[in-house]
């Protein structure tokens, strides 16, 4: 994960995770969440996030936009529909949630799922 100048966090070099339910999970902010989407393809990633702050993380919510280099200020990027198992939730340190997210990704798009949270300031982006 690397912090980009602008506040955002690129998962893009993180590490791809197994989808098993019996390992064990370090404290954190947000407990190694799990997000699995899916694309045309019916390709499935899964993503463990893990936080380093200590205390409730409240309100997190999830969008999926598309990748721009080229984006335009106050430009709409988000792929829509996306179905999400759970959106708008909380987590107590050493709280585990998986989340799963689907849509359907337009030929020569490239998709981002960000995490954002009410007493989190920063993103978390996967590519």
Not at 2 to 16: C, H
Not at 36 to 53: A, H, I, P, W
């Amino acid at each position: 994960m690397v912090r980009q100048g602008n506040g955002d966090f690129d998962m893009a070099l993180g590490e791809p995770a197994t989808s098993g339910t019996d390992e064990k999970y370090e404290v954190g902010l947000f407990q190694k969440i799990c997000k699995c989407f899916t694309n045309e393809n019916d390709s499935l990633k899964v993503t463990k996030v893990n936080g380093v702050n200590i205390g409730v993380a409240f309100f997190f919510h999830s969008s999926v936009h598309a990748l721009k280099t080229d984006h335009q200020e106050g430009e709409d990027t988000r792929l829509l529909p996306v179905h999400y198992s759970k959106n708008y939730f909380s987590l107590v340190p050493s709280e585990v949630m998986p989340i799963k997210i689907t849509f359907k990704v337009p030929l020569g798009v490239t998709p981002r799922a960000m995490l954002h949270g009410w007493n989190y300031h920063g993103r978390h982006t996967v590519h």
